[in-house]
């Protein structure tokens, strides 16, 4: 069984408001479409789709849709992807259709195959990924993440003045970043996690998917999450938008998110460990030859450790 609700954008045929095919919508012959050509000039289209995956996490998906509530952001949308829930999912999304704007409920082939069924449901300009459970940092945190991070990303510039909540971090003037990342709370350990990522930083560790934000183009430059990973497609992906000079993924100086945390990061781990070294590759020959190196030397510290007499003669 396959439930579709949708808050604004109806009346609309089903294949314009799904996006089966995005080419349909250059064709759409239905008069009483909102989608149509002749009137997508007249939609508002968001700045931020926020696209929350689950299934059977009602009591979590709670927490989650408060914290989308309550920001100061209205230029957003908030689109639920649930993954057939009986326990009672169905009816908390149905009491917050004033929050939420699209959700569907059928079954799906785990979280990155309803990640990307909310990309194909979505209309913004950036696109957000929050698990149930996690929450946003605070009221404003997609308002200043628009002001001083997309909107200067859209100009090239920096926002200006030591007053700024936000700041870009190593990205010169009249560039657009199409990637931008901060940080977030880890769990009820209170962990601010984890800084600027480099290439290499990020063959050690991905960045948590709370906390970046990923212009719409990137999805139609690499396409979407790769299914064959169970846990770890965002991280395939992140290495191709850290490998493409042109996504110049920027860091902006601000906790995005409470992450929730869970069970999977060894997971996540020993997939990425099974899949790496093709994977890494994919960075370019400089960063696979320099982690083959550091890899070699961490070996070779393990296995012959320095005594405090080597090299005294």
């Known amino acids: ?22 080419s349909h919508r250059n064709h759409c012959e239905d008069a009483d479409c909102t989608l149509r050509p002749t009137s997508w000039s007249s939609l508002e289209l968001p700045k931020i789709s926020v696209i929350t995956p689950t299934r059977n996490a009602a009591l979590d998906l709670s927490e989650t ?24 999912t169905v009816a908390l999304l149905q009491q917050h259709g004033y929050v939420i704007d699209r959700w569907i409920s059928e079954p799906d082939d785990g979280v990155y195959d309803a990640i990307n069924k909310g990309i194909d449901l979505s209309t913004g300009e950036w696109l957000y990924f929050l698990g149930a459970g996690d929450e946003l940092a605070d009221e404003s945190v997609l308002e200043r993440v628009w002001e001083c991070g997309m909107r200067n990303a859209e100009r090239g510039t920096r926002p200006e003045g030591s007053g700024s909540p936000l700041r870009f971090e190593s990205v010169e003037r009249g560039v657009h970043p199409l990637f931008l990342y901060g940080d977030v709370i880890w769990g009820e350990s209170g962990q ?19 906390a970046i934000f990923y212009h719409r183009s990137l999805f139609d430059r690499f396409g979407k999450f790769d299914t064959q990973y169970e846990v ?6 992140n290495l191709r938008c850290f490998a493409d000079p042109v996504v110049r993924p920027t860091r902006l100086s601000t906790v995005v998110a409470r992450f929730k945390g869970g069970g999977l990061s060894s997971s996540v781990q020993d997939e990425f460990l099974a899949n790496r070294e093709g994977l890494i590759r994919g960075l370019g020959w400089r960063y696979w030859a320099l982690y083959r190196v550091k890899q070699a030397l ?7 450790p320095l005594k405090p007499t080597d090299g005294l003669g």
């Open 1 to 22: 069984m396959s439930l579709f609700f949708s808050s604004t954008l109806q009346p609309a045929c089903v294949d314009c408001v799904l996006f089966v095919k995005r």
């Open 65 to 88: 849709i408060e914290s989308v509530a309550c920001q100061s952001f209205t230029d957003r949308e908030f689109i639920v992807v649930d993954g057939g829930s009986t326990d009672g």
């Open 298 to 304: 961490k070996f070779r510290r393990r296995t012959f």
């Open 192 to 210: 601010r996690y984890d800084g600027r990522f480099s290439k290499l930083k990020l063959c050690r560790q991905n960045i948590c998917h709370q």
């Open 232 to 237: 770890c497609a965002d991280w395939a992906f």
